[in-house]
C-alpha cells in the first residue's frame, strides 16, 4: 500500500507561471526524493531532500521539508510547456529500510 | 553503461506463460530494486538487492514472482502463470549505496492477454 498522498491529483498552468506541488507522509523518513515520469514511462530523477535537511535548490526547482507535518512541497518556477509531466514524492524509511514508497502523483499541465 | 536499461521494452504474453524481464544496473551501483506501476498509479515497491542478495521481498505480490540477481550485476524478474491483473509497467533501479538516490530505467510494458 501507499503511504501518504500528493496533491493536487492534477494542476494545469500556463507557461512562465509557477507550479506547486504538495506531498503528505504518514512515517518517519530518511529522506525524500522527487521523481518526474514523462508518457507513463522512465522516471528521472530531481532532487533528494534529507531528514535534516529544510530546502534544496536546483535550477528552477525548490524542495522544502516540513518533518514536524510530515510534508514537501516541489515547486517549479517560470515553468516551461516542457515541464508537463507527473510528478512524484518518494519517501525513504528510516532504520534497515531501502525501499522508496511512491506516491500517486501529480500530473502537471504547462500550457502556452 | 550510462544508465539502467532494461529488456525486453514491451512484452504481450498470453495467460498462464510465463514471462523473464530484464534489467542491467548503473556500472558500480551495489543495490537494485524492482518495481511495478499499473496504468495511473504511483509505483509498487517489489524486491531490493544488496550485491546479489535480497534482503528486502516483502513487495513480491505472490510465489509467482522471483528474481535474482548474478554478478553483482544484471538482474532477472521473473513471473510464472503469468494473470491479466500483472498486467503493468515493470521498472528497475539502481543506486551505489542503499539510500541515496535511484536511477529508473525505461521500464518494461508487460501485457497479459
Known amino acids: 500500500s501507499q503511504q501518504g498522498e500528493e496533491d493536487p491529483q492534477a494542476l494545469s498552468i500556463q507557461e512562465g507561471e509557477n507550479a506547486t506541488m504538495n506531498c503528505s507522509y504518514k512515517?518517519?523518513?530518511?529522506?525524500l526524493q522527487w521523481y518526474r515520469q514523462n508518457s507513463g514511462r522512465g522516471l528521472v530523477h530531481l532532487i533528494l531532500i534529507r531528514s535534516n535537511e529544510r530546502e534544496k535548490h536546483s535550477g528552477r526547482l525548490r524542495v522544502t521539508l516540513d518533518t514536524s507535518k510530515k510534508s514537501s512541497s516541489l515547486l517549479i518556477t517560470a515553468s516551461r510547456a516542457a515541464d508537463t509531466a507527473s510528478y512524484f514524492c518518494a519517501r525513504l524509511g528510516t532504520g534497515t529500510a531501502s525501499k522508496l514508497t511512491f506516491g500517486t502523483g501529480t500530473r502537471l499541465q504547462v500550457t502556452l | 553503461g550510462a544508465g539502467v536499461s532494461q529488456s525486453p521494452s514491451n512484452k504481450v504474453t498470453e495467460k498462464g506463460k510465463d514471462v523473464e524481464l530484464r534489467c542491467d544496473p548503473i556500472s558500480g551501483h551495489t543495490a537494485l530494486y524492482w518495481y511495478r506501476q499499473r496504468l495511473g498509479q504511483g509505483l509498487e515497491f517489489l524486491i531490493y538487492f544488496q550485491g546479489n542478495s535480497a534482503p528486502d521481498k516483502s513487495g513480491l505480490p505472490s510465489d509467482r514472482f522471483s528474481a535474482e540477481r548474478t554478478g553483482e550485476s544484471v538482474s532477472t524478474l521473473t513471473i510464472q502463470r503469468t494473470q491479466q491483473e500483472d498486467s503493468a509497467v515493470y521498472l528497475c533501479?539502481?543506486?551505489?549505496?542503499?539510500?541515496?538516490?535511484?536511477?529508473f530505467g525505461p521500464g518494461t510494458r508487460l501485457t497479459v492477454l
Open positions: 533501479a539502481s543506486s551505489f549505496v542503499r539510500k541515496t538516490e535511484q536511477f
Open positions: 512515517t518517519s523518513i530518511n529522506n
